[in-house]
């Protein structure tokens, strides 16, 4: 019986006989040079709960956060177990998907899938990538990089007959690439078949594909907004950009493998249009016959958002990228020596398909209590001894109640039973 071949050593992609010709014929191939021969072993992950630091302390989300007051800086403290933020450390196989990240995430700080959730690039690398926010650059990345417009939702209805974490752990535990399609995935021919019906799949969403909205300030009627139509390759990011860019058409396609997006520590980005240009050279499958469509890394971090209610955020970057040849021998991307703890757990990781926890910071936190601020509320509330706040409508014992209901741990689980 043939030995299964680790994710970790199988090859990406093969190469074509057109691009073995050109080789052969001294083609400078540097484009397809930037295909990766495999996936790395793992990625050790920092992972924040945006708006919970509590340190003042600047990180590149910097602008998408509001600092808490000192009522929330005290709960989040006092009640909230945080040193500096609500975040974990987690070291993930190294070819795991956004939608299997999605799954780590919820068990990571306590959500129980109940919601609706994107991933976003930081805005300042989507307009680099789009050329400065051109709509004609965007829909070439559909499919590669964005979900198509219409795409449905992943909504994974399929919890019966097990454990809640024993359903968990099937979602983020690989092989990954069959989480989403069972069959095939997103294969070089369903891309093809969707791009070219792409115009008029977009025209029958919201007739971008001939014209974009653009609001303007109406100077003829005191100011008022106006819509205005211009042709679509004029048109970017800021056009109609309140009810269409926002989500739909600007959340990452999850089939995305997590390498594929952020940078290593120590990789330097691409410009945009050298990005761009590469991206749909290498996707193309006349030059390099991928097993799937894939991105190349552009992201220095990546935005993760959950219930557009509570509106929880969370921001990933990437710490080590971990190799792990034939013979078992682990390196890094830093260069560094891992000590015996950290590369125990990376080659767990790599030989289960597991993701571990290795660090936490901060409590659990939960579903429907109105987000970062709702949660520092409610652990003001369940000190009323201390604070001296109550709940309007709830006694103690209900509102507690009422949290275990929701999923919430007063006490912090051990690292080993997050995932």
């Given at each position: 019986?043939?030995?299964?071949?680790?994710?970790?050593?199988?090859?990406?992609?093969?190469?074509?006989?057109?691009?073995?010709?050109?080789?052969?014929?001294?083609?400078?191939?540097?484009?397809?040079?930037?295909?990766?021969?495999?996936?790395?072993?793992?990625?050790a992950?920092?992972?924040?709960?945006?708006?919970t630091?509590?340190?003042?302390?600047?990180?590149p989300?910097?602008?998408?956060?509001?600092?808490p007051?000192?009522k929330?800086?005290?709960?989040?403290?006092?009640f909230?177990?945080?040193?500096?933020?609500i975040?974990?450390e987690?070291?993930?196989?190294?070819d795991?998907?956004?939608?299997?990240?999605?799954?780590?995430?919820?068990?990571?700080?306590?959500?129980?899938?109940?919601h609706?959730?994107?991933?976003q690039?930081?805005?300042?690398?989507?307009?680099?990538l789009?050329?400065?926010?051109?709509?004609?650059?965007?829909?070439?990345?559909?499919?590669?990089?964005?979900?198509?417009?219409d795409?449905?939702?992943?909504?994974d209805?399929?919890?019966?007959?097990q454990?809640?974490?024993?359903w968990?752990r099937s979602k983020?535990?690989?092989?990954?690439?069959?989480?989403?399609?069972?069959?095939t995935?997103?294969?070089?021919n369903?891309?093809?078949?969707q791009?070219s019906?792409?115009?008029?799949?977009?025209f029958?969403?919201?007739?971008?594909?001939?014209?974009a909205?653009?609001?303007?300030k109406?100077?003829?009627?005191?100011?008022?907004?106006?819509?205005?139509?211009?042709?679509?390759?004029?048109?970017?990011?800021?056009?109609?950009?309140?009810?269409?860019?926002t989500?739909?058409?600007?959340?990452?396609l999850?089939e995305?493998?997590?390498?594929d997006?952020?940078?290593?520590?120590?990789?330097?980005?691409?410009?945009g249009?050298?990005?761009?240009a590469?991206m749909?050279?290498?996707?193309?499958?006349l030059?390099?016959?991928?097993?799937?469509?894939?991105?190349l890394?552009?992201?220095?971090?990546?935005?993760?958002?959950?219930?557009?209610?509570d509106?929880?955020?969370?921001?990933?970057?990437?710490?080590?990228?971990?190799?792990?040849?034939?013979?078992?021998v682990?390196?890094?991307?830093t260069?560094?020596?891992?000590?015996?703890?950290?590369?125990?757990?990376?080659?767990?990781?790599?030989?289960?398909?597991?993701?571990?926890?290795?660090?936490?910071?901060?409590s659990?936190?939960?579903?429907d209590?109105?987000?970062?601020g709702?949660?520092?509320?409610?652990?003001?509330?369940?000190?009323?001894?201390?604070?001296?706040?109550k709940?309007?409508?709830?006694?103690?014992?209900?509102?507690?109640?009422?949290?275990y209901?929701?999923?919430?741990?007063?006490?912090?689980?051990a690292?080993?039973?997050?995932?």
């Amino acid at each position: 019986m043939p030995t299964k071949i680790p994710y970790y050593l199988k090859p990406r992609h093969i190469w074509t006989e057109e691009l073995k010709k050109m080789a052969a014929d001294g083609v400078d191939l540097g484009l397809a040079a930037l295909l990766p021969d495999c996936y790395p072993a793992a990625l050790a992950l920092h992972v924040e709960l945006l708006d919970t630091n509590i340190t003042g302390q600047e990180a590149p989300w910097q602008e998408f956060v509001w600092a808490p007051d000192q009522k929330d800086i005290d709960a989040l403290r006092n009640f909230g177990k945080v040193k500096s933020a609500i975040s974990r450390e987690v070291i993930v196989p190294g070819d795991i998907t956004l939608h299997a990240l999605h799954f780590v995430l919820q068990g990571l700080f306590g959500w129980r899938h109940s919601h609706l959730h994107n991933f976003q690039l930081p805005p300042e690398v989507l307009y680099d990538l789009t050329l400065e926010g051109s709509l004609s650059a965007q829909t070439q990345l559909y499919g590669l990089l964005f979900s198509w417009p219409d795409q449905e939702r992943y909504y994974d209805d399929d919890y019966a007959g097990q454990s809640e974490r024993a359903w968990y752990r099937s979602k983020y535990r690989g092989p990954y690439r069959s989480a989403i399609s069972p069959k095939t995935g997103l294969t070089w021919n369903r891309y093809r078949e969707q791009r070219s019906s792409l115009a008029d799949r977009l025209f029958s969403v919201d007739q971008v594909g001939i014209t974009a909205s653009r609001i303007i300030k109406d100077n003829s009627r005191k100011g008022e907004w106006k819509s205005l139509s211009i042709p679509y390759v004029a048109a970017d990011l800021d056009d109609d950009f309140y009810w269409r860019v926002t989500d739909e058409h600007l959340r990452l396609l999850e089939e995305n493998v997590l390498c594929d997006l952020l940078l290593k520590p120590g990789q330097k980005a691409l410009s945009g249009s050298e990005w761009l240009a590469r991206m749909l050279v290498l996707n193309n499958p006349l030059l390099s016959e991928c097993y799937e469509p894939f991105t190349l890394p552009c992201a220095p971090w990546l935005l993760y958002q959950y219930d557009y209610g509570d509106n929880w955020r969370v921001a990933i970057t990437c710490t080590e990228s971990y190799r792990l040849d034939k013979e078992n021998v682990l390196s890094t991307a830093t260069g560094r020596e891992l000590d015996a703890t950290e590369q125990e757990a990376v080659l767990q990781v790599a030989h289960q398909h597991l993701p571990r926890c290795t660090a936490a910071d901060g409590s659990m936190v939960m579903d429907d209590v109105f987000g970062v601020g709702g949660f520092c509320r409610f652990l003001r509330c369940i000190h009323p001894e201390i604070t001296g706040e109550k709940h309007p409508d709830l006694s103690l014992t209900e509102l507690r109640d009422w949290a275990y209901l929701q999923g919430w741990k007063e006490k912090m689980p051990a690292l080993d039973k997050l995932l």
